[in-house]
């Protein structure tokens, strides 16, 4: 098990879901849940923990995190326990929270062409979140001149892929509700560990026990990534690289 520490978190909020959460089956639930509880003990005043070892972490925000908001008393899941749940998923907040570290892992290394050209650029002038989602900063004479990108067509392709996630920002604000168990009247089921669910949903899920309400925040690469998630109909339910939120109860588990 990783040292405490490494599991300690700091705070900052964001996640995702609906039903197709991807898993991350790399640490024990058991161990996992003891050492949030341990690290929500020592921290009373805002009581989150991370879900992921901080090494993921570099800038001391770790892309996944949980807060209990109601203990329970029952078991705690295995990999491949079927478990019942109720949730609410919200978007966090914006993009514009990101640090250089989320920017570079988020977006740039998923804008084609452009991360071997701009990492080092972005490094050096520290490009976050507010920096990138600043029209009046990160125009075209900012990428040309001060990040050193002398190919026009790639500076108007870092422009315009800024521009999409500041209008996004504006049709998807931060609290809107975008799935939940509760306005269907029907709980979720699903197989935890095995794929069936986002990153971030199958991580807070295996420290849970049953009767537990807890709040996740999961940076876009724990949730639908650079994609997002669409109906069949092609109607945007979570845009690309949106934080999430989710308040979850584990309500029952049965054994595999």
Request: with cysteine.
């Amino acid at each position: 098990m990783a040292k405490l520490s490494n599991i300690l978190l700091i705070s900052v909020c964001c996640i995702s879901h609906t039903t197709c959460f991807n898993s991350i089956p790399s640490i024990i639930s058991k161990n996992i849940h003891a050492a949030v509880k341990v690290t929500t003990g020592l921290h009373m005043t805002n009581g989150w923990a991370s879900l992921v070892s901080m090494d993921k972490a570099p800038n001391g925000n770790p892309p996944v995190k949980k807060l209990i908001l109601q203990e329970g008393d029952g078991d705690i899941p295995e990999q491949g326990s079927t478990v019942k749940i109720e949730y609410v998923g919200t978007l966090g907040i914006s993009q514009s929270s990101w640090t250089v570290d989320d920017v570079l892992e988020c977006w740039l290394k998923n804008q084609q062409g452009l991360y071997d050209v701009l990492a080092e650029s972005f490094r050096e002038k520290d490009v976050d979140g507010n920096m990138l989602l600043n029209e009046d900063v990160f125009d075209e004479a900012f990428v040309a001149e001060e990040l050193g990108v002398t190919n026009k067509i790639q500076c108007k392709k870092t422009i315009m892929a800024a521009k999409r996630l500041r209008k996004q920002l504006e049709e998807y604000p931060e609290g809107t509700e975008f799935d939940s168990s509760i306005s269907r009247g029907k709980p979720y089921e699903f197989v935890l560990g095995k794929g069936k669910v986002i990153k971030a949903m199958d991580l807070l899920v295996s420290t849970m026990k049953v009767g537990e309400k807890a709040q996740v925040v999961s940076r876009c690469d724990y949730g639908y990534g650079n994609e997002g998630y669409r109906k069949t109909t092609g109607e945007v339910v979570v845009p690309p690289f949106a934080t999430l939120c989710f308040d979850i109860t584990l309500l029952s588990l049965s054994a595999s």
